[in-house]
């Protein structure tokens, strides 16, 4: 298994994270306009902001990206973490990226004190639901999204 490092995302990763970032929003069929590119980016600059950005890198180059942040649970009474974003470089499956993003984001939720860390995905997702598997439990929750 090759190494695959995972850091924090820097200034300097724009273009890589950009392009994966784009693979991304094609994989939901988001089109990503300048100003939600230059918002995300500005949220993942700024250490004041939330939304954290994690980088997976092999061979010199970003071949997957993760976004978190907090999220207040009340019934817990407890912060716990919120997986907005979690994309793999289609040429890079397979080798071990997620598993090094996965080890790292609970290692961030470790020293965070975040009991659980959530995310959603598509239920047709199928190949991300199985590597999902190894790492959580399918909560029996439907998301619901209401326009405002």
């Known amino acids: 298994m090759p190494d695959v490092l995972v850091r924090s995302l820097t ?6 994270w950009l392009h994966l970032y784009h693979g991304y929003a094609e994989h939901y069929k988001v089109t ?3 100003d939600i590119i230059q918002t995300t980016w500005g949220w993942l ?5 939330p ?3 994690l980088v997976a890198v092999y ?3 970003l071949v997957g990206l993760a976004h978190i942040r907090p999220m207040p649970s009340p019934l817990r009474g407890k912060v716990i973490g919120f997986l907005d974003d979690l994309f793999v470089d289609h ?3 397979g080798i ?6 996965m080890t790292s984001l609970k290692a961030m939720a470790q020293d965070n004190e975040w009991a659980v860390i959530r995310w959603i ?7 991300a639901r199985g590597v999902y598997d190894k790492y959580a439990s399918k909560t029996d929750w439907n998301l619901y999204e209401m326009s405002c």
Not at 45 to 49: G, I, L, R
Not at 121 to 127: K, S
């Open 32 to 34: 990503l306009t300048e």
């Open 51 to 53: 939304v954290h950005g």
């Open 11 to 16: 200034t300097t990763d724009y273009d890589q």
């Open 59 to 61: 061979d010199d180059r």
């Open 121 to 127: 995905t598509r239920d047709n997702n199928y190949r």
């Open 96 to 101: 071990g990226v997620v598993d090094a993003l």
């Open 45 to 49: 600059m700024d250490a004041s902001h």
């Open 91 to 93: 040429d890079q499956r």
